[in-house]
């Protein structure tokens, strides 16, 4: 049974950091591209990075460019988001996913696999 499970969430103030984590189990990751999606109140899932299982490639939404780092540890099978200086606005859940496929695509609808999400909120 696949399973992806995410952690690191947590409530922080603005300008500090929070590394998530996408931890799964009955898949080998590193065969999968991985994204990480946000959904606030009332708004739509959109996706915030993704890192592609053929060669590594990164991608982020413009408004975490410079602030969010994606990354990969294969032997551990885990997916990282660090995010940094983080704004009221990154408040939302957030989800990863993975796709069985090498490269990333950018809908919601295109990932096979979803964790259960783990909940942001920045405020002072």
């Known amino acids: 049974q696949v399973q992806l499970v995410e952690s690191g969430g947590g409530l922080v103030q603005p300008g500090e950091s929070l590394r998530l984590s996408c931890a799964a189990s009955?898949?080998?990751?590193?065969?999968?591209?991985v994204g990480w999606f946000r959904q606030a109140p009332g708004k739509e899932r959109e996706g915030v990075s993704c890192?592609?299982?053929?060669?590594?490639?990164?991608y982020y939404a413009d408004s975490v460019k410079g602030r969010f780092t994606i990354s990969r540890d294969n032997a551990k099978n885990t997916v990282y988001l660090q995010m940094n200086k983080l704004k009221p606005e990154d408040t939302a859940v957030y989800y990863c996913?993975?796709?069985?496929?090498?490269?990333?695509?950018?809908?919601?609808?295109?990932?096979?696999?979803w964790g259960q999400g783990t909940q942001v909120t920045v405020s002072s």
């Open positions: 009955g898949l080998t990751l590193g065969n999968y591209a």
């Open positions: 996913a993975a796709l069985k496929l090498e490269w990333c695509l950018p809908g919601v609808n295109d990932y096979d696999y």
């Open positions: 890192i592609s299982a053929s060669d590594g490639s990164t």
